[in-house]
């Protein structure tokens, strides 16, 4: 894949419709097509930037495919509200791996950015989400919305993550499930009684004739 | 979709258990139910530390195979409803948490009751009124059919209990010797 952001290939906004990309990528195809540069000096760059606008087309349509069906955390690519976003094509290229899923990738661009504001850790709590740092991401996500708390995308990706987080730390039927010992059992007897009984019908026996 | 080694080994070794559980359902009669949903938490756990899709292609995996490999089709098709059921809560939780905020917590927690048994009776209930020859064996009275829809609501219960008990206290302490 091209290192260079697909939108600035063609021209457009990251917010530009199917259609204006289309509208977009034929254009430039039939500008730079090799047919159309046959007696152009500047044939060889020609083609070059023929197969980059292909590239381009195939990589902004792919991703926008695979967003349907992206992973759990999702953001908005967008620059408002943001000058350090606007001006820093770390930040550009940032957004470009996020959009294609590399979110290792983003994250080593994220941390070769020295000024950290609350897109910064906004992005990189995304990141670290996707990649399974759930605490990381969940300390990133505060850090943001405490800079910016009037942002609602932070807030919300925020209380997403702490939704997330309540999935397999809580218990919703109250109680507790007994000790976290080092012995041998899973510390629950209903647990430990059901392994016991399953393993002596294994050998042949029957522990509790009931289960 | 790409997966690294160590997602492909886990998930691997997580379908394997999967069917080592459905095998053993239909050796062991009378653990047929526990080992089945033992089989179908590794759905939860798969979806848990990889992702919907990847569960999802777990669970198409561990159905087909479970056709394959067990002597008794009716208990891969138990695993199918059952794996059903575990995926379908979890993608249900992960959508809520996109609009979830601090001021609806509370009221989602209760609503994910609701999507759960909700989830269960779309499969539940379909089944015990159109299948009830091949269940059962015969048609059942009404009574019987109402219990029989009564005892579905009781053991999901028990059945997300367990599940939960499992991706809290069993695969949390187990999970970081095998992902990290």
Redesign the interface.
Known sequence: MSSKNPYYVLRISRDASDDEVKRAYRELSRKYHPDANVDNPLADLAEERFKEVQEAYDQIMKEREDGSGQGAYQYDGSYQNDSHGKDDPRMQSVYTYMNARQYREALNVLNSIPGRNAQWYYMSAVANANLGNNVMARDQAAQAVSMEPNNPQYRQFLSQLQWNGRRYQTTPYGGNFGSHNDSCGTGNICCDLWCADTLCECMGGDLCSCI | MHLNAKKMAVSGLMLALTEACIL?GSV?E??TL??LAAASYFVGIVK??F???VAAAFYLAGVLLGFIVSPNKMYALTYAAMGLYILLIEIA??W???T???ET?GK??KLF?AVKYAVFNVLYIPAVLLMQEFLFGRRLGALVLAAVLLAGQVGLFFYD??Y??V????W??LRGRFLD
């Open positions: 053993a062991l009378t653990n526990f080992l848990r530390e992702g919907s899709r939780w992960e809520m948490g996109r979830v905020t601090e917590a989602y927690g009751w209990y367990a939960g008990y991706q809290r206290e069993l949390g302490k």
